[in-house]
């Protein structure tokens, strides 16, 4: 968040300067003394006519944390989204942004409230996301997931970091797999 003063205007900035958005209440006047909190949010000014004016700084969106996964089986996996200090307000889309090897259900799809893929961009709070169980993953393949985050006003924020998380796979799957195209005559498997 940037602040300026102008001809004793007061007008913040959460772009890095490209636009600019004025916060002084009741009109232009002309500023005495200001001071911002040491969080950054809340500044305090004087007028020279004596006047006290107290305000919010608009919250400035980060990217979100890298999502946090758990509890993986052969199938499913537990996320929690890292709200990264944003405002309660706030909601996020996660993304399985890769599969190793390509899982064509969930690669490049978005995690909906139900933890299906989805298409489009579902949006919830930190709170509805957290403990969200991803179901219909396929066994043996690593999942990488990032997270977005959108404001009120509709802006969204840079992905988060990204974490990945490799499936389990169950003993039968695993001997299948070691032994490959082996022929085996007389063994049975229980």
């Not at 890769?98 to 064509?104: E, H, N």
Request: aromatic content about 6%.
């Amino acid at each position: 968040m940037k602040l300026a003063t102008l001809s004793g205007d007061i007008y913040t900035s959460s772009d890095g300067g490209v636009t600019w958005t004025d916060q002084t209440a009741a009109g232009a006047r002309s500023w005495g003394g200001i001071a911002i909190s040491s969080d950054g949010k809340i500044v305090v000014a004087d007028s020279n006519q004596g006047d006290i004016w107290t305000g919010t700084l608009p919250s400035v969106l980060t990217a979100p944390g890298a999502p946090a996964l758990a509890d993986q089986t052969d199938s499913s996996v537990t996320l929690s989204n890292d709200a990264n200090g944003n405002e309660s307000s706030v909601t996020y889309a996660i993304q399985v942004s890769t599969t190793l090897p390509t899982d064509s259900s969930w690669d490049g799809k978005y995690v909906d409230a139900s933890g299906d893929p989805s298409a489009t961009a579902v949006w919830q709070t930190d709170a509805a996301w957290d403990g969200t169980t991803v179901t219909g993953l396929t066994h043996g393949t690593e999942y990488t997931f990032r997270a977005e985050a959108k404001d009120t006003g509709g802006t969204i924020s840079d992905w988060s970091p990204t974490a990945s998380v490799t499936t389990t796979e169950t003993a039968v799957r695993k001997i299948i797999r070691l032994l490959g195209n082996v022929r085996l005559t007389g063994v049975r498997l229980y």
